[in-house]
Every structure is written in structure tokens, then in C-alpha cells.
């Protein structure tokens, strides 16, 4: 079987452009990333000019409206993300944190002048966009953040440090959430703008065919255009991230399904007491309960894409899809590594390569817990963090 999806004939619930957005972003990432992606993960590094590429390709923004975005469908976009982390969670974060979060934040709460300047530029891939919420102590309870901007005059004067930022150090423009005394609001800061740096993560354990950076803001002056004027609380963040964590759920998704598929292909040749090991029972169990899991997680994102296009989706329920589908993807890896034996812990094979990744897609955008906490307080109404 060439996709473990075909089990349950899933792929018959997608439209015909459905399928031909995510075969052509398969295609593509198979032609042009995927013979590099490892030797990318062991150094740890992500190439800059595969923004460009990336642009090309449409899938930047790929869900939003005008500026030169595509104007996909939710289903769409997250079919584009399966095919992105099928390959590496890194580049299906550079994606989610370029559109969902840097684009996406703009898109809903800048000005027509903020989106005529950045919109067109971050969707080709020409400019690279990053989005600075966590911080070194906060990262569960933003509303903590010690980030500040203060008026002087006709400006703001910021002043902080954001900590675990995706595409930090590649970034042209960051979206910076500070506290005001209105409250939390978010300012555009343009690299190059005096006070403001970065600085890579580096020795990562995950994540690595991805560029994780601190930002730091020291007497960073702003103009007022700089500020997003419709973003007037915390809430605005918050929304960014939903947009984020949706493609999450349909990313594990291809995580899960690549492991799958390695698993499915190594244990077909590989001969031992003279059979393939797929012959064996306790690997067919190993492959069938996987596939039942990974099923059931294209099921959910499925479900919920269609909230999302009916403007129903709500945050209980991305907490829902975001906690199934990455607690699965990454038990898939693990199991899948199993399979492979020793093999399982080269660079030549992709499980352990996405289960180390997991490992941050498990963290970043909400822990478990916290997903946990927001099904909980759906379920009882009362607010267990708070």
C-alpha cells in the first residue's frame, strides 16, 4: 500500500483540487527538499533561499486573501502542511510561522499600509517574517510577558527578550507582543532597526532543519505606524496561534504517515529467519495499530477543517486535534524506529528524525497540558490554570 491513508479510502473525501494542491506540494518537496532535509537536520541548518522557493510553490500565506496570497481553502492549506511535515516538522514550521503567524497577524490586525508593505513580500518568500511572543519565563502564560513598550512622544520605546522564536534569526520583520499601559499590543520591528538583534539557538536536539533564535529589544524606538492597530489584547496573539495550531494538526498527521510508510517499506525487505519481517505477527500488529491511529488523526483534522471553513472552529476543539494528533504522530515514530532496528537510528531513515522533532511540536504553541486544561475547562467550565 502506498499511502496507509488508502486503508479507510480517505483520499476519496478530498476534492479533485484538494488532491491536486497536495500532490503538487508532494511532488515538489520530494523533487527538491526531502534528498536534502536530513543532511540539513544534522547540520542544523535551514537554507534561506528555500523561502523564495517556497513562495513559488504558493504555499506561504497560502490560506489568506489578497496581497498575493493564494486564497486556499483551510482543508487546502492543511493538506499542504501534512505534505510539509511529512517531510520535516522544521519545514512545515518555517510555513506555519511565515503565514499563520507573521503574515496572519498582519493580515488581521495591521493597516493597509503595514499589509501593502510586508503582505506581498512574505507571501513570494522575498522578505521572512517571525512572530515574538515566549519569552524566557513565560512561555505557558504569556500574559506575564516582561516585554515593554512604553510612549515617548509621538513613538514607543521597547524593551525585552523573546526566547524559541522560529525563523528569529532569518527574520526581516518580527511581529513583537509587549506590554503596554492599555495592555498587550503587537509592533511590527523591520531588522536593522537600532537596539533591536538576534541570536541562534544552537546544540537543539529537535527542530534542527530549523532556526530557533532569542530576540532582543533593548531602547528600540517606534514610530506609532509601526503598532497594529487592530490588535487590542491579548487575544490577538492568541487568535494567531490558533491559525498556527491548526496546521499542526493536519503536520503531525504527516509525520505520522511518513514513520508509517518507512516502517511499512523497511519491514517488506527486510529478511530475517528467512521471511520479510512484515510476515511476522507481532509487526503486523506494531503496523495495523498504527494505521488505525494515523487514520483516526486525518479523520479529526478532516472534521475539523471543515469547522474552520464553516467559521465554527473553536479553540476547546484545535486544543483537541492539536493534543490527538501530535501525542499520536509521535508514538508512531517511536514504534516505527522500533521496526527498523538498529537501522532506525541513522539519518537514512526519517521515524526517529520525526519523533526528535515531535518533541517540540509537543511543546511549542501549547504544551499537552495545557491543551488538556483548555478540553478540561470546555468540559466542566472552570478554568484549572487561572
Given at each position: 500500500?502506498?499511502?496507509?491513508?488508502?486503508?479507510?479510502?480517505?483520499?476519496?473525501?478530498?476534492?479533485?483540487?484538494?488532491?491536486?494542491?497536495?500532490?503538487?506540494?508532494?511532488?515538489?518537496?520530494?523533487?527538491?527538499?526531502?534528498?536534502?532535509?536530513?543532511g540539513w537536520f544534522e547540520e542544523g541548518v535551514l537554507p534561506r533561499e528555500l523561502a523564495r522557493e517556497l513562495g513559488k510553490l504558493g504555499v506561504l500565506g497560502m490560506h489568506l486573501e489578497g496581497y498575493g496570497c493564494a486564497g486556499t481553502s483551510a482543508l487546502a492549506y492543511g493538506l499542504a502542511c501534512l505534505e510539509l511535515e511529512a517531510v520535516d516538522s522544521g519545514?512545515?514550521?518555517?510555513?506555519?510561522?511565515?503565514?499563520?503567524?507573521?503574515?496572519?497577524?498582519?493580515?488581521?490586525?495591521?493597516?493597509?499600509?503595514?499589509?501593502?508593505?510586508?503582505?506581498?513580500?512574505?507571501?513570494?518568500?522575498?522578505?521572512?517574517?517571525?512572530?515574538?511572543?515566549?519569552?524566557?519565563?513565560?512561555?505557558?502564560?504569556?500574559?506575564?510577558?516582561?516585554?515593554?513598550?512604553?510612549?515617548?512622544?509621538?513613538?514607543?520605546?521597547?524593551?525585552?527578550?523573546k526566547m524559541w522564536i522560529t525563523n528569529g534569526g532569518l527574520a526581516d520583520v518580527a511581529t513583537v507582543w509587549a506590554q503596554t499601559e492599555e495592555g498587550i499590543r503587537?509592533?511590527?520591528?523591520?531588522?536593522?532597526?537600532?537596539?533591536?538583534?538576534?541570536?541562534?539557538?544552537?546544540?537543539?536536539?529537535?527542530?534542527?532543519?530549523?532556526?530557533?533564535?532569542?530576540?532582543?529589544?533593548?531602547?528600540?524606538?517606534?514610530?506609532?505606524?509601526?503598532?497594529?492597530?487592530?490588535?487590542?489584547?491579548?487575544?490577538?496573539?492568541?487568535?494567531?496561534?490558533?491559525?498556527?495550531?491548526f496546521g499542526i494538526v493536519f503536520g503531525a498527521v504527516g509525520a505520522a504517515r511518513d514513520s508509517l510508510q518507512a516502517a511499512l517499506d523497511y519491514s517488506g525487505t527486510r529478511i530475517q529467519f528467512d521471511r520479510p519481517i512484515a510476515g511476522f505477527q507481532l509487526t503486523q500488529r506494531k503496523l495495523a495499530t498504527m494505521s488505525v491511529q494515523v487514520s483516526n488523526s486525518m479523520l479529526l483534522a478532516l472534521h475539523l477543517a471543515k469547522l474552520k471553513e464553516a467559521g465554527t472552529l473553536k479553540p476547546e476543539q484545535i486544543s483537541m486535534g492539536k493534543y490527538n494528533n501530535?501525542?499520536?504522530?509521535?508514538?508512531?515514530?517511536?514504534?516505527?524506529?522500533t521496526i527498523l532496528g538498529a537501522n532506525g537510528i541513522s539519518l537514512e531513515y526519517s521515524p526517529l528524525r520525526h519523533a526528535n522533532n515531535l518533541e517540540s511540536v509537543l511543546t511549542y504553541e501549547g504544551t499537552s497540558d495545557i491543551h488538556l486544561l483548555s478540553i478540561g475547562h470546555a468540559l466542566t467550565g472552570i478554568a484549572a490554570f487561572r
Open positions: 500500500m502506498q499511502d496507509p491513508l488508502e486503508l479507510l479510502d480517505i483520499p476519496s473525501l478530498l476534492s479533485d483540487e484538494e488532491r491536486d494542491i497536495q500532490a503538487t506540494v508532494a511532488a515538489y518537496l520530494s523533487d527538491h527538499v526531502r534528498p536534502h532535509v536530513a519545514i512545515r514550521s518555517f510555513v506555519s510561522v511565515q503565514g499563520s503567524l507573521s503574515m496572519f497577524s498582519i493580515w488581521k490586525y495591521g493597516s493597509e499600509e503595514q499589509k501593502q508593505e510586508w503582505l506581498p513580500r512574505l507571501a513570494a518568500g522575498e522578505a521572512i517574517g517571525c512572530f515574538g511572543l515566549t519569552e524566557p519565563d513565560f512561555g505557558s502564560n504569556p500574559s506575564g510577558m516582561r516585554t515593554r513598550a512604553v510612549r515617548d512622544g509621538s513613538d514607543w520605546v521597547l524593551n525585552g527578550t503587537g509592533f511590527l520591528v523591520a531588522r536593522g532597526t537600532p537596539g533591536f538583534s538576534t541570536q541562534d539557538i544552537k546544540h537543539k536536539l529537535s527542530m534542527r532543519a530549523s532556526v530557533t533564535s532569542e530576540l532582543v529589544l533593548e531602547d528600540v524606538r517606534l514610530p506609532e505606524s509601526a503598532r497594529l492597530p487592530l490588535a487590542t489584547s491579548l487575544r490577538a496573539p492568541l487568535s494567531c496561534l490558533n491559525e498556527a495550531r501530535v501525542e499520536a504522530a509521535i508514538a508512531i515514530a517511536r514504534e516505527s524506529r
